[in-house]
């Protein structure tokens, strides 16, 4: 139905021929100024940095969005093997900065601004950050549809097009304020509207089953209240190659027929309100980054997201192959950003069967053959589960399908394990027990033909550990896809100088292909060159003291260590090891024992989820002790420590090329991978880290003289745990005592008694699943090590220099690389520049 609505017959080819635009400073002035005077209508007399921003957007986006029409012709004239990522989450962040360098107009956008005496780096700054994502997995989806478009490699990316994203901090007397993000109130220049692919969303109603002329089962789902998903199509660039694919972000609206009932009665008013019902779909994103449990309106969010996207699939299918289904799973394939858009299983089973009218065993071929899934979490309390009861309520039809899925899956478990109940109950898809409920992560793994975790420790714990029954059953399913970062936002956008250093001494090329930084390793005893490196370090770190200074008001000594820990906080993340830490050299400096002293900033910064009342705890525990700390004079310049408010995709452009040292300190075990780690090391910060996630391949890349190891292993951990006894720890260690009883006493709240109780007996249980106290004595005397390290400027030169180098092995290209030649199967197409 609604393909059709905008049928013409125009002679639309007279119309659709343009020629190319101008790539030069002088053609980009041009129509820089001719969208500010004629389609903004602005002139002189306007004050506002937004529409200058805006008219420069639009004509970076005609770039955009030539090359753009000709990627979708090569396509459709290849009729390649598509892949599609399923997210409901992209962090996107800022475009304009990144559509420049992807261009290659990066320059010729500077002169021109320049000749008209425009400020670009006000402009870029003044555009909102896209958040549409948590944090970790959110921005992964990001770099990876920008490496797949770098690699010329057809993939689309399907999400969501929240209203509100994720919250923007504040604080107020040390404790987080949430504020709505509405990021979209000035518009959104780099997005199209495309109304002619929307698609209807059924929810509620009930089944109805009768025989088809065939004698088949048929199961129509009727009496349903329908939602309308329209597609907001954004342009992403491929770094100079003329590839520009598309993040398809789906809004939910109200269909005409929503809300009739109340309009027939004569209720116009609350029709119209009815509205809102389905408008309420993809109103905010959740900004949990575990999860938050049985909300019937994220449950929407997600069936919305997995259903319009099959459809969209499904639809393109059946417009050049009719019927003909068999080729579907050679053609096709679907990567699930963790088990959110699970729900994508059950669905395309649904479309296949009750829709374009496949028997159970070819649509379920067809599933499992095209379906691919990525865990991001081994904490077994943030994998998904949703009531079943809820589940019939909103879903009717897909519950009976995993019911179905389910019973096929339970036989298979029998035949392989006869008798064995106790391992029915642990694999099935329904969890027993009081209320029955549907285990998202069996699903996804049931119906995919991959099942990844996202660095090589996580891999190998998902197989030993929460899904050790299924690796038994089905071990070829599983394997590993170590994380990465796009380099292109993350080193060549975020840090120019030190990106032209490395051009200049070991060549172009390296960007496309990261694993050339290990040329740098050659200049490690080069004077001249080590000099340089340190310079643009120094320069990257004024930098960041500027946006103290504009940001916070505060003044940091640019000589001191910067010593940065920005991420979600979490109690795993272990935030609270870094503020023991921060408490101890406070200890020291007030007890004088300062021999040897190394000056330090220490910057934490990250979101706590809204109702996660231990994490707004410490960052309140964060704020008072910096309170403490930065007005006592006789601290002065040797600590500081800072909260840096609303951390988000843009502000880790502006920290991490300053940052000396990056704090990656989760229990060991607990953090899937880390992305953040990689930000860090690419732009020649050193690591103080624990042995998880991604951090242990770092500390592989770079040799364990250049990462700075402390801490428990993952077993020692999980062995620990039996007899866990931290006040004896606190005991046996002076300087641990010292730190606890400052924190006890109340010297970071002298006014407001008792606040951080909690804190200080989760510190202290037997039960903290976290063992912070366990490790404090190891992290001490790592710090110990960094202080040492960075007192020798020239050592600590060159150990940063053996951090970037080595960095290659972290770029998404080698990550996209490795899902697409072992899983996804795509070939590269070029397009005509
Ligand atoms: C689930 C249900 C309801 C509401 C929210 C959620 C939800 C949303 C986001 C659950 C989890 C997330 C995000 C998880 C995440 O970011 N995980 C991180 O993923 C990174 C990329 O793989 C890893 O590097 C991190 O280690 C991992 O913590």
Redesign the pocket.
Known sequence: MPHRRFKTSQPIKTISTLPDLGMDAKHIKADLKSYYGHRLGMDEHCKSVHYVYEALSLAVNDRLTERWKKTYNAYRKEDCKRGYYLS??FLMGRTLSNAMLNLGITDATSKAAYDLGLDLEELIDSEPDAGLG?????R?AACFIDSCATLQLPVTGYGLRYEYGMFSQMIVNGEQVEEPDHWLRNGNIWEIQRLEYTQCIKFGGHTETHEDEHGHKRVVWVDTQDVLAVPFDTPIPGYQNGTVNTLRLWKATATEQFGLQEFNAGDYAESVAAKNGAENITMVL?P??????G?AL?LRQQYLLASASLQDVLALWVGRHGADFSQFAEKNCFQLN?T?PSIAVAELMRLLIDIHDLQWDEAWSITQRTMAYTN??LLPE?L?RWSVNLFKQLLPRLMEIIFEINAHFLAEVSAHWPGDIDRLARMSLIEEGGVQHVRMAYLAIVGSYSVNG?AELHSKLLQQGLFHDFYELWPHKFNNKT?GVTPRRWLAACNPELATLITETIGEGWLTDLTLLKKLEAFIDDKAFCERWFAVQQTAKQKLVDYNKQELGVDLNVNALFDVQVKRMHEYKRQLLNVLHVIHLYDRIKRGDITNWTDRCVLIGGKAAPGYFMAKKIIKLINNVANVINHDADVGDKLKLIFLPNYRVSAMEKICPGADLSEQISTAGK?????GNMKFMMNGALTIGTLD??NIEIREEVGDDNFFLFGLTEDQVESLRHHYDPVSMIQQDEDLQRVMNLLECGHFNQFEQGTFDGIIHSLKSPHDPWVTIADFRSFVDAQKRVEAAYQDKDRWTKMSIINTANSGKFSTDRTISEYNDELWKLTPVFVKK
Do not use: F, W
Not at 134 to 138: F, K, P, S, V
Not at 288 to 293: F, G, V, Y
Not at 671 to 675: D, L
């Open positions: 409901m989450e948590n944090g970790g997995l959110g992964l959740y949990n980054d575990a999860n938050e449990n909300k994220r963790d959110h991001h979490t943030a998904e996202v994380n953090e899937a991978s880390g992305t996630g991604a």
